[in-house]
T-cell receptor, first 114, second 116 residues
Framework: GNSVTQMEGPVTLSEEAFLTINCTYTATGYPSLFWYVQYPGEGLQLLLK?????DKGSNKGFEATYRKETTSFHLEKGSVQVSDSAVYFCALSPPPTGANNLFFGTGTRLTVIP | NAGVTQTPKFQVLKTGQSMTLQCAQDMNHEYMSWYRQDPGMGLRLIHY???????DQGEVPNGYNVSRSTTEDFPLRLLSAAPSQTSVYFCASSRRRLAGVGDTQYFGPGTRLTVL
């Protein structure tokens, strides 16, 4: 079946610290992989995505690389800011064509302190 | 563009009541879906639609009903509310998946539902 396992939170970091949030997946076929972010009181919004092996998604200083050999899609950022405080969700979208369903991890709450 | 809109933002129901959560999008997206978000469980898919007149079940469809009469609207109906349906509900839309590649989904702001 399809599932996503995500690093448990919460994570608290000081401003300018390095961030890694681990994500591994189980899927049939070749899924597309996503990181979504949820700021307080809001819906989810796409942070970055990768659609095939070895692709690197990047946005706002965040990066994640689609690693098929380790079935992983870890999120990284070199220097976090207070404004990055949010809940981060790893997700996958499996084949077939047509549907665009997402399977989510449990989410990781990040708090960045000044 | 308003994107994906949801109403109401908050709702309190008593056990056994029914209600409809509204969702609309103005991006001409074919794909729409409903998720529920529960603490420690991420988001789980309730129902989805790949176009007007076509709906299908997701992971947790029991107790919910949907229909898709237009491209823009995708309401979610709770037939007889139960406390286990207390959750935050998100509607999302996207283009249909093409060539095996998942597309970006756009989420509404959510509806927080409490069933007493």
């Amino acid at each position: 079946g399809n599932s996503v396992t995500q690093m448990e939170g919460p994570v608290t970091l000081s401003e300018e610290a390095f961030l890694t949030i681990n994500c591994t997946y189980t899927a049939t076929g070749y899924p597309s992989l996503f990181w979504y972010v949820q700021y307080p009181g809001e819906g989810l919004q796409l942070l970055l995505k990768a659609t095939k092996a070895d692709d690197k998604g990047s946005n706002k200083g965040f990066e994640a690389t689609y690693r098929k050999e380790t079935t992983s899609f870890h999120l990284e950022k070199g220097s976090v800011q207070v404004s990055d405080s949010a809940v981060y969700f790893c997700a996958l979208s499996p084949p077939p064509t047509g549907a665009n369903n997402l399977f989510f991890g449990t989410g990781t709450r990040l708090t960045v302190i000044p | 563009n308003a994107g994906v809109t949801q109403t109401p933002k908050f709702q309190v129901l008593k056990t056994g009541q029914s209600m409809t959560l509204q969702c609309a999008q103005d991006m001409n997206h074919e794909y729409m879906s409903w998720y529920r978000q529960d603490p420690g469980m991420g988001l789980r898919l309730i129902h989805y639609s790949v176009g007007a007149g076509i709906t299908d079940q997701g992971e947790v469809p029991n107790g919910y009903n949907v229909s898709r009469s237009t491209t823009e609207d995708f309401p979610l109906r709770l037939l007889s509310a139960a406390p286990s349906q207390t959750s935050v509900y998100f509607c999302a839309s996207s283009r249909r998946r093409l060539a095996g590649v998942g597309d970006t989904q756009y989420f509404g702001p959510g509806t927080r539902l409490t069933v007493l």
